[in-house]
């Protein structure tokens, strides 16, 4: 006679196999240490998931955006243009490539609802699916963006949300 299987044993393989199929999913922020290796050879390493790219440090309050990437580069003389086809190459390997707004020592704050809507056009038109003729990054489009809000007021980043 042929053993019974426990419904519970089935939904605890299932569960298991769905559990190791999340496995791996690891998130690493790149760009504020200038000892790290390339964007490219980052996400060609295979430990990562995301790739976060740390940070839209300033913006709102009418202040001109503005992204720090450390030593790797300066956004402010097209200078991380060049990061487009490291951003092109992790996509194509698997790799979710997100820009993060805010930081530990940024200048940020969202005035008003319509602040945070410049704010979200600015983001879409220069780092996401929009057109700008002046993308920081290139024509590469991130996939997402990530809120490290560490300080300042948390009002508005619904609006910028949306």
């Not at 038109?125 to 490290?148: I, T």
Request: proline letters at 4%.
């Amino acid at each position: 006679m042929a053993a019974s299987k426990s419904p519970w044993a089935s939904l605890f393989i299932i569960t298991s196999l769905l559990a190791a199929a999340q496995a791996g999913k690891i998130a690493v922020y790149w760009g504020q240490n200038d000892d790290e290796s390339t964007l490219a050879d980052t996400c060609a390493s295979g430990d990562y998931a995301y790739v976060i790219l740390a940070f839209l440090s300033v913006f709102g309050n009418g202040q001109n955006p503005q992204l720090n990437l450390a030593g790797h580069c300066d956004p402010s003389s097209n200078g991380c243009t060049g990061l487009s086809s490291d951003i092109e190459t992790c996509q194509a390997q698997g790799v979710n490539v997100i820009l993060s707004i805010g930081g530990g020592a940024g200048s940020y704050i969202l005035a008003s609802q319509d602040d945070a809507r410049q704010v979200a056009t600015y983001i879409w038109n220069n780092y996401l699916g929009g057109q700008s003729p002046s993308r920081p990054l290139g024509d590469a489009v991130l996939d997402g963006v990530d809120f490290d809000i560490e300080g300042g007021s948390p009002d508005h980043y619904d609006d910028l949300a949306r």
